[in-house]
């Protein structure tokens, strides 16, 4: 049997050999964990500084009722209008980070729909905005009731789905080189257990694989509420739950790698 005293720190993966260095990963690594979302749902509305202008027009005495109505009109239509362009250049900005991130293949149908989903999104808004054109006050009114209704029930779960989505794929990354980690880890545990089993280390070890399964499990949960097209808080809920767990390996992994320090020679 191998005395592990007996063999150099340079005999070991990096991951092992520096407890420093791991510590600094382990901090880099879990201060990253919780990246904001690449886009965010703009402030597409009509707001109540909006609202009191058209009240100014239908409180002004100057105005002939027919200078009033067109007034009235051509101001309800402007700020729809621009409500529309706004929620256009949103699902704009969706679409190209979407578009951009670079995903694992099984992965890519699902970029594939949420892109469609974003489409029909764009479509929608077009179609809002052809009809403006040929309303009047009472059509514009159920154009703007429309368009609310449709965006909290539909737009605003779709586009934090896609942010979740997005997350996930950025965070897959951190998955590989957490297994790479883990598979140097144990190599390293392996050959000191056969030289000299250590209780305490393999403790450690055993530790950080749980943390590592567990973070490797709710990733993939985390994947399938996205493709199943759960709430948009479920998702969210299981990638912090997977990073958590992430983090707890690699605290495991540091936990290791100091218990390896004291026993191989300085």
């Known amino acids: 049997m ?12 990096a991951i092992v050999r ?5 510590a600094a990963v382990c901090a880099v690594f879990v ?14 509305g009509i707001t109540t500084t909006d609202i009191a202008k058209i009240s100014a027009i239908q409180n002004d005495p ?12 051509a101001l309800r239509k402007q700020l729809v209008g621009d409500t529309i362009s706004c929620a256009q250049q949103e699902v704009q900005t969706f679409r190209a980070n979407l ?12 970029q594939s729909q949420l892109l469609g989903r974003l489409g029909e999104a ?16 009472a059509g514009s009114e159920a154009i703007a009731r429309e368009m609310l209704a449709w965006r909290q029930g539909t737009f605003l779960p779709l586009s934090e789905n896609v942010n979740n989505f997005i997350l996930w794929a950025q965070n897959q990354d951190l998955f590989a080189t957490a297994q790479a980690r883990m598979t140097q880890t144990q190599r390293a545990v392996s050959f000191l257990e056969s030289a000299s089993p250590n209780a305490d280390l393999q403790a450690a070890f055993d530790g950080a694989q749980a943390s590592f399964n567990d973070a490797e499990n709710e990733n993939v949960a985390a994947k399938a509420a996205l493709m199943q097209n759960l709430s948009p808080d479920q998702s969210l809920a299981l990638i ?5 767990s992430l983090s707890d390996a690699y605290q495991g992994f540091f936990t290791v790698s100091t218990l390896i320090s004291k026993i191989l020679p300085q």
């Open 122 to 137: 764009a479509g929608f808004y077009d179609s809002e905005s052809a009809k403006l054109n040929v309303v009047g006050i």
């Open 31 to 44: 201060s990253g964990f919780f990246r904001a979302p690449v886009a965010h749902a703009a402030e597409c």
């Open 62 to 73: 100057t105005l002939s009722y027919a200078d009033e109505i067109k007034q009235e009109l």
């Open 99 to 110: 578009a951009s991130t670079t995903v694992p293949g099984d992965a890519q149908p699902l």
């Open 2 to 13: 191998k005395d592990p005293k007996a063999f150099t720190a340079g005999a070991f993966p």
């Open 240 to 244: 912090k739950q997977s990073l958590g």
């Open 18 to 22: 520096s407890g420093i260095l791991l």
